[in-house]
């Protein structure tokens, strides 16, 4: 059950469209610890490392959220780095999420990166005009006068238990806002090197990451090889590879996940192969740009395509797949693009949360339907 | 015992409607400070006086000739701005030219001090862009017309500057201050009341400059806070000072006092400039039918050209052939806008794509593309 915490050793097919990834290379890339090279670190300490790296490497950089300093984040994603860059640049905001992301506006035209922490994903609405109005707008209201590198971290998701408001998938909301980038990453290797690509672009993004995985632990390279093996920030890459060989056998799906359910997918391929079905595992990391590219081969390949994240369904990211793979596969496919995902009800109540994520057993069940 | 409110003060005024220029309080309900402010500005003279009311007066212009221009078809929208003349001019005169101004939509007499052309403001009420100007040309911002949006942009811009060593280092050439620009209607907002919480704690650079126009379209001041707003203040840990915004000397000398305290590295202040929106909130609305033309007349006798021009002449500042010369240059002006609007071209369609993102972005791209090839190709064969 580990193929989450691993970098995939297949090629990844067909990543043509990839331009917006040439980060340069970071100078004085290096881990949380001070040294170059490989460590074993879960998700959230790969963003803390990769906070690390990006402020020494960058003056400009500086963190603003609540209660980032001193406690070091509700889920310590800023453990310690209060303490070693000081409160100028690891700023306690007051409680205003609105503000948090206005003065990150106004610091970014300043000249500054300022990264933003929402606490959690519910808490978002408050900050939301400053993000689809003003930050996602603003540098077309430029004309190339200004941009805006803001950097708007969201725990996001199910899963952990959680209180109202604590749980919640707003990605397409923010996918929906042209100007805005959005990514999620999966892996701890995924989750520094997309932040630090970033932080070295010109964009505005929104970093959806999945707080159920913050604890899930993988190989993290944080040398400046790994970033020139990274994909491009918007490239998808194919968490597990499916052979021409088992394609052509006639029992291989496409199943395409981001974030969370990227180790759902990968829990049902495990479980599909024993039953001699094969999951070619396809991990979005950007849904915007979506890098369509990624899925149309794979789905050519296999002509059965399912799509599983843990937003409600109706007007979600996978709508958006199943629509373009619908437009340019057509003739490849050979049963409809199926979407498996949460409800269209308010998040429910934590102790019947199970019920609403979906699971490998929900999507299984959808592959059993692409394959009947 | 009920709780009793403090007793109102006067606004601080230094030149009467009338046109009497005061250093000294005269009265039961003066402003304290008067003689303070009065010193701040013992520099501008007749030869200040006059440039201010040149300004005012061509700024007026240009906004009559807007209004023309938009029930021409000109103009899809027009945010007029007469009668706040005074606070806008002297406010931009009261601020250093290393400050940056953070404006909403109604800021002309702010844009016009600061140097932004009129037909670069024109460009944004044509639908020709939804900017018009480089911010960094003249240290001022674009316009925003999401109400109070600005103001946490403004505190996050003082946050740099604090971070960049230009506040509190005694050099007046390079202290720098932001002013925040927002209105009655805009002070109920979220947004505005966190920016001012925010800005007091980090002790930001920041002036807020409220101009009180007494409507946020159709609803009055009252509608929008039960409490004075310069009083509010107080409860965010800054000083709040009451203006009459039509009086653009003391406008000038408030914000400069703010202005230097904010520089000093002492924090914000709040500034509530009292004034009128003599027309309509936009050409889109009507204010006939929400206020009186009672209400309207007896701001037209606090007019601030008027006082202006009322003083010059009683102190011999200025005579006929200055106010003839400002005339003739308001015209030019006026020609110079109809001309410049009415030669405006619209930009490429293709534009829309060029800064939605810095980065390449394969999506925008993509569509891009569609859209020349398909603009390229004749209706029938597209179909």
Known sequence: ????????????????????????????????????????????????????????????????????????????????LQATFGEDRVVDTPLAEATILGAAIGLALRGYRPVCEIQFDGFVYPAFSQIVSQLAKMPARLAGAGQLPVVVRIPYGGGIGAVEHHSE??????????????????????????LRQSLTQPDPVIVMEPKRRYWDKGAVDTSAAALAAAPGLHSARVARPVSDARVSEGGAVTVVAYGPTVRVALDAALAAAEEGVELEVVDLRSLSPLDVGVVEASARRTGRVVVVHEAPVFLGMGAEVAARVTESCFHSLEAPVLRVGGFSVPYPAARIEEHYLPDAERLLDAVDRVLA | MPLVAPAPQAPVQLLSPTGVRRSRPTGEREYPDVEEYAALVADVGAEQLRARYRDMALVRRFDVEATALQRQGELALWASCTGQEAAQVGAGHGLAGQDHVFPTYREHGLAWVRGVDPLQVLQLYRGSSHGG??????????????????????????MGVQRDGLVGTGDRGRDTAVMACFGDGASSQG?????????????????????????????????????????????????????????????????????????????????????????????????????????????????????????????????????DAVRGESDELGARVRRGVREMTDPAPTSMFDHAYAAEHPLVASERAWLETWLATEPEEAR
């Open chain 2, 191 to 323: 947004e505005v009341n966190e920016a001012l919480s925010w800005a007091a704690v980090f002790s930001a650079p920041v002036v807020f400059f409220c101009q009180n126009n007494g409507w946020a379209i159709s609803a009055p001041t009252a509608r929008q806070s039960a409490a004075p707003l310069h009083q509010r203040a107080t409860g965010f840990g800054m000083p709040g000072v009451q203006v009459d915004g039509n009086d653009v000397l003391a406008v000038e000398a408030v914000v400069r006092a703010a202005g230097d305290r904010a520089r000093s590295g002492a924090g914000p202040v709040l500034v509530e400039a009292v004034t009128y929106r003599m027309n309509a909130h936009t050409t889109s609305d009507d204010a006939g039918r929400y206020r009186t033309r009672e209400e309207e007349d007896s701001w037209r006798a606090k007019d601030p050209l008027a006082r202006v021009e009322a003083h010059l002449r009683a102190t011999d500042g200025a005579d006929d052939a200055f106010f």
């Open chain 2, 133 to 158: 100007w480089d911010p960094s040309d003249h240290a001022f911002h674009l316009y925003t017309l999401v109400i109070g949006a600005q103001l946490p942009h403004a505190t996050g811009y003082a």
């Open chain 1, 1 to 80: 059950m580990s193929a989450t915490t691993t970098r995939p050793t297949a090629p990844t097919p067909d990543q043509t469209a990839s331009p917006t990834g040439a980060a340069a290379t970071p100078a004085g890339a290096s881990g949380a610890s001070g040294a170059s090279g490989t460590a074993t670190l879960t998700l959230a300490k790969a963003i803390t490392a990769a906070l690390h790296d990006a402020m020494a490497a960058d003056e400009k950089v500086l963190l603003m959220g609540e209660d980032i300093g001193r406690l070091g984040g509700v889920f310590r994603v800023t453990d310690g």
């Open chain 1, 169 to 194: 998938s707003p990605e397409a909301y923010f996918a929906h806002t042209a100007g805005l980038r959005v990514i999620s990453p999966a892996t701890p290797q995924d989750a520094y090197w997309m």
